[in-house]
């Protein structure tokens, strides 16, 4: 009997997210990303990350390398405390 080897399936793809803030709640959240909109940066509130805590992105990436050279950036100049975080992206289909 052959065991079927893992592999990432078609439906599956992970992102690579910059988290720069977590608030409690999305009010906290949404005058997070609108003093942020004033500096001319965008982010956004990640969906579907575990945590009763929303995250904010600074920036989503398909691989780590390039998620790295960003979040060295973005530590030296905007949050020091900003990670990678990364997520499970299910491409359904609609």
């Known amino acids: ?24 709640r999305k009010s ?5 990303i609108n ?6 940066i965008q982010g ?6 575990p945590g009763k805590m929303l995250k904010i992105s600074l920036g989503t990436f398909l691989d780590e ?3 790295k050279k960003e979040l060295t950036r973005i530590q030296k100049n905007i949050n020091k ?4 975080a990364r997520v499970k992206q299910s491409k359904n289909p609609k």
Do not use: C, R
């Open 1 to 24: 009997k052959s065991v079927p080897i893992a592999l990432p399936s078609e439906s599956e793809v992970i992102n690579y997210e910059i988290i720069a803030a977590a608030f409690a």
């Open 28 to 32: 906290e959240a949404d005058v997070y």
């Open 35 to 40: 003093e942020l909109s004033k500096k001319g």
């Open 44 to 49: 956004k509130i990640v969906e579907n990350m």
């Open 65 to 67: 390398e390039s998620a």
């Open 81 to 84: 405390d900003a990670w990678i």
